[in-house]
């Protein structure tokens, strides 16, 4: 509650701190979606308050009044009350202010008026300046030369063999294929390629194939493979050699380029890469880190919870996986690391890859502690304590260990030509001036375009049939965009609750993905970006513009930064927890809209960012960050809010179905 109070004596207002008469306070309502209002023009807004003092309020004597400070653009800002409102009851306050000449998202601050006297802090409201109606189904409107007009449908695809269908009340476009209408885009010149293969993909997105009963496709080779061949669930190869002690050490080298797809990782639903399956069974007690390294890997673990085995090994309910892990650091460069304390029994260990075109040699390397100590080298290549009588590793020879890294020694720092960034010997080749970024292909210190994405400004200024867009770029008004929405639910389905141990090394912290050290409680979630759009969402590569990026030592690769945020928010709207400004990898995880407009193959990964139209980018709820850190926070009933794009970095068809949230329910510890 913010309040202070006002006693009225005869006709005069005095404020004081405190006295017997009437009180004039106010508490702030649930927070409201921010108001439109068009631009160049007046707009009527409304601001909800609590009148919590003991005085009626009347109509005319308290108004809340727009503070000039930072309100540029804006002025008559002074709104009434509708009536007279009795301590306890809720009061909206209403009127009309000019607005602003150009687009843009404004927080107004106003202060509460008794006949002209101020009578407590301020409230602030959230304005959008747009030329929307708020109609999504019939398409955006655009502030372009000067004034207000209409662009594209929003669900039209232009393609005449799909039914599209809008829904208002989900923002949300369907598009249903027809009579012979291909499911998605092989390419005008693309000619099928099945030469040699019994079965895989034919490179214009169909087949070449199916297998016959008890087998499967080896997508590598192209070839049916017996599901029970070595190095599946139904005939697993041995992690370590009979008689081979457990505790200990191991390295293993494997390859999955012969093996068939029959797991799919809780942490990476969408993969339909092959895997190779190795077993191990403990009678006591003990700590496992596994580690798997040579292409874009995926690792989990499963266990025999049934006198049959391989149909518990076979079974892909997320909640039956023991532990599951999506790029990890160590052992970096798209390598995967599980951690896990394990009772007696028998497990099988599932090397997997991202995705169908990640498969080939691999280096498998296990660590089996006893008593369940769980191995901490999270962030930590080489030396330093593992926590369970070990170290974090040793490099290789002709190498050396610096701050939990191995390095080349001697190693010869290569700054030639370079102002700034790594010099490959773990320091750096200098610093970049404040205002000034330092751009990784070049080495050199860069100053890039600042742009308000918030209230974004073109310069030079758009044409005719232009607007101004949120990155600051002229776009035509007709022009296909990408729309982000949330895949609602999958965000609803697939939340639960864990605990994770955090150090000081811990990717974790050193992310900010905690608020502090030790056993951490996290509520995950998965958050499948959908884009729905009629063009691909897409930014500049990190080399070009590390200003838009977040370089991941965890995962070894860039980020866009702030692609995502999460908040939790009690039942009255207002936010009880923050979450970090999440960066994306922004890559083609599955294609999750049908029709000739759409493309059949992946395009973009962590390398060469983007999402296609018709295509989503998953991150699932195991994976490293995807949390919010909820160990110091009260069981009971919340909501989970996601928004995507949230800085509004880039340009879409609308912003309006960025966010969506969904209950979750709290548990005591």
Known sequence: MRKILLCVLGTVAVLLSGCDDDTYEFTELEPAAPQHVLPAGNGALSVAVKNSGTATWKKGDVTLVLSPQEQEGWSGGTL???????????ATFTGTVATPALPGL??????????????????????????????????????????????????DDGTECTIDDCDEVGRICVHTPSGTCATCRAGPSCTPDCAGKQCGDDGCGGECGTCGAGQGCAQAIFQCKSDAQPGTCRSPLPLVADGTPLAGDHTLQGDTSAGIHQAVPSCNSTSTAVESVYTF??????????????????????????????????????????????????????????TVALDPGTYYLIVDGFDAAQSGAFTLKTRFTPDGCVPKCDGVYC??????????????????????????????PQCDGKECGDDGCG?????????????????????????????????????????????????????????????????????????VYVTENSCAKVEECVTG?????????????????????????????????????????YHFSGFASYALLDLQGHVVLTGRKQAYCMED?????????????????????????????????????????????????????????PARAFQEATLDNNTSSVPVTIPPP
């Open 80 to 90: 009434q009350l509708e009536k007279n409102v009795k301590p306890g009851e809720a």
């Open 106 to 155: 404004h927080e107004l601050t106003w202060t509460p008026h008794h006949k002209d006297k101020a009578f407590a802090n301020t409230v602030r409201t959230s304005v959008e300046v747009t030329c929307s109606d708020g109609i999504f189904c019939n398409g955006e409107e655009r502030f372009s030369n000067g004034q207000c007009v209409s662009s594209r449908s929003a669900c």
């Open 281 to 338: 069974t403990l009678t006591q007690r003990m700590g496992l880190e596994a580690r798997v390294s040579g292409y874009d890997t995926v690792l989990h673990l499963r266990k025999k919870r049934t006198a049959d085995g391989a149909a518990d090994c076979l079974d892909n309910t997320p909640n039956k996986t023991v532990a599951c892990s999506d790029d990890s650091s160590p052992p970096g460069d798209y390598g995967s690391r599980i």
């Open 383 to 412: 030396g330093g304590s593992d926590g369970c009588g070990g170290n974090c590793g040793a490099c290789d020879a002709g190498q050396v260990c610096i701050s939990g890294r191995c390095l080349q020694s001697p190693c010869t």
């Open 427 to 499: 320091g750096q080749c200098g610093f970049c001036p404040e205002a000034k970024l330092c751009v990784p292909s070049s080495g050199l210190c860069q100053t890039f375009q600042d742009c308000n994405h918030l209230r974004p400004q073109c310069s030079p200024g758009c044409g005719a049939t232009e607007f101004c867009g949120s990155d600051c770029v002229c776009h035509p008004v007709t022009e296909s965009l990408p729309d982000l929405i949330v895949d609602e639910q999958r965000l609803k389905n697939e939340i639960l609750f864990d605990s």
């Open 517 to 557: 050290i030790g056993e951490r409680r996290v509520l995950r979630f998965s958050v499948e970006a959908v884009n729905q759009g009629f063009a691909t969402a897409t930014v500049p590569p990190p080399a070009d513009r590390p200003d838009l990026f977040t370089f991941s030592p965890c995962h070894g690769h």
């Open 589 to 645: 995880t599955q294609r999750v809209v049908a029709g000739p407009s759409v493309s059949c193959s992946k395009e973009f990964d962590c390398s060469n960012q983007g999402i296609q139209r018709g295509w989503s980018d998953l991150y699932g709820n195991t994976l490293d960050c995807q949390w919010l850190d909820i160990t110091d926070l009260a069981p009971g009933d919340y909501r989970l809010q996601v928004t995507l794009n």
